[in-house]
């Protein structure tokens, strides 16, 4: 039988830009991935001190941290077809410029129903952003990959 593996070599990602090392490419998708994951409207976890300081009841709060939820799971629909549309740079800046102005209006605002449809519109970006980065870095992130990818740096 013969080889049924395509050929490989290391590990690249053209999106970005020849100038950033091969091997830091992956290490700033995980960044991008952390970053994304912290941003993007409110924390259900801290719903008791939000109580105090936005002047909304606790139950307005889990609303709108769960209208955050709901648009994460709205997004699994398209996200394939938003995907290969468009490219990964274009859905991360448009990803990141939709989160801070999330963060900026769900931390200034004291109108529940502004922030239900902030919460909404940020969770759907952020499963977007988080789906573009880990598609981006999916075969880097295999055990083999990942393992090439730690004995590269280490081998004098």
């Keep these: 039988m013969g080889d ?8 690249d990602i053209p999106d970005v830009p020849d100038y950033i090392p091969r091997r830091l490419k992956p290490w700033i998708f995980i960044f991008f991935v952390l970053i994304i994951q912290f941003s993007g409207g409110l924390y259900l976890a801290a719903a008791s001190d939000m109580v105090g300081t936005s002047g909304l009841m606790s139950q307005d709060i889990l609303m709108a941290g769960y209208a955050s939820l709901i648009g994460m799971s709205i997004n699994f629909a398209v996200m394939f077809r938003i995907k290969f549309r468009f490219s ?5 800046l448009a990803c990141g410029a939709v989160l801070i102005a999330a963060n900026f209006i769900t931390t200034h605002t004291t109108s529940l129903p502004v922030l239900v449809i902030t919460c909404l519109i940020a969770g759907w970006f952020r499963m977007q ?13 295999t055990p ?11 081998i004098w």
């Design 4 to 11: 049924w593996h395509a050929p490989s070599g290391p590990f």
């Design 88 to 92: 990964t740079r274009i859905q991360l």
């Design 129 to 141: 952003g988080t789906f573009a980065c880990n598609s981006t870095i999916q075969l880097w992130l």
């Design 144 to 154: 083999r990959g990942i393992w090439q990818s730690f004995s590269a740096m280490y």
